[in-house]
T-cell receptor, first 114, second 113 residues
């Protein structure tokens, strides 16, 4: 069965410091991996995805994510956090096998302090 | 280009009442989805429509029905609301295919008393 885990409910960082939001997954076949961000009282916004190719994927707002097949991880990173990055972040995974759904993690709240 | 729109934004129902949540997209996407978001549980798929004319159950379909009215519109109906259906409901759309990202509407916050 497909699953995705975000082991941290909350991540706290100071503005200007690097940030990492962790995600691990389990799928049959090759994974398609996504990160979304949700600001308060808003819908989810797509940040970036890994489909194939380079393990380091760059996305919106300076975010990037590193795909690690051996560790089945897809951690979200940013070199220098902004207060405006404070939001709820969701990792999602889907198998490349036909008929599989997109499965979301439970979300990680990122809090960036000034 | 409005993307994905949902109506209403907020709704309060009494147990046993019915209602339909509306969703429309203007991106010419083939696939549309309904999710519910509950605290600490992420998003769970209720129903999806891979293309116009088809609908399939997701992880939590009980108590819901859907209609893919045309390529643009995908509605979610609660026939007899229950307090357990208190949640935030999101509609999403995407191109057909596993590698495509989904685009989300702003959500409907539903309370059932």
């Amino acid at each position: 069965a497909q699953s995705v885990a975000q082991p941290e409910d909350q991540v706290n960082v100071a503005e200007g410091n690097p940030l990492t939001v962790k995600c691990t997954y389990s799928v049959s076949g090759n994974p398609y991996l996504f990160w979304y961000v949700q600001y308060p009282n808003r819908g989810l916004q797509f940040l970036l995805k890994y489909i194939t190719g380079d393990n380091l994927v760059k996305g919106s707002y300076g975010f990037e994510a590193e795909f690690n097949k051996s560790q089945t991880s897809f951690h979200l990173k940013k070199p220098s956090a902004l207060v405006s990055d404070s939001a709820l972040y969701f990792c999602a995974v889907r198998s490349n096998q036909a008929g599989t759904a997109l499965i979301f993690g439970k979300g990680t709240t990122l809090s960036v302090s000034s | 280009n409005a993307g994905v729109t949902q109506t209403p934004k907020f709704q309060v129902l009494k147990t046993g009442q019915s209602m339909t949540l509306q969703c429309a997209q203007d991106m010419n996407h083939n696939s549309m989805y309904w999710y519910r978001q509950d605290p600490g549980m992420g998003l769970r798929l209720i129903y999806y429509s891979a293309s116009e004319g088809t609908t399939d159950k997701g992880e939590v379909p009980n108590g819901y029905n859907v209609s893919r009215l045309n390529k643009r519109e995908f509605s979610l109906r609660l026939e007899s609301a229950a307090p357990s259906q208190t949640s935030v409901y999101f509609c999403a759309s995407s191109q057909r295919g596993a590698s495509y990202e989904q685009y989300f509407g702003p959500g409907t916050r539903l309370t059932v008393t």
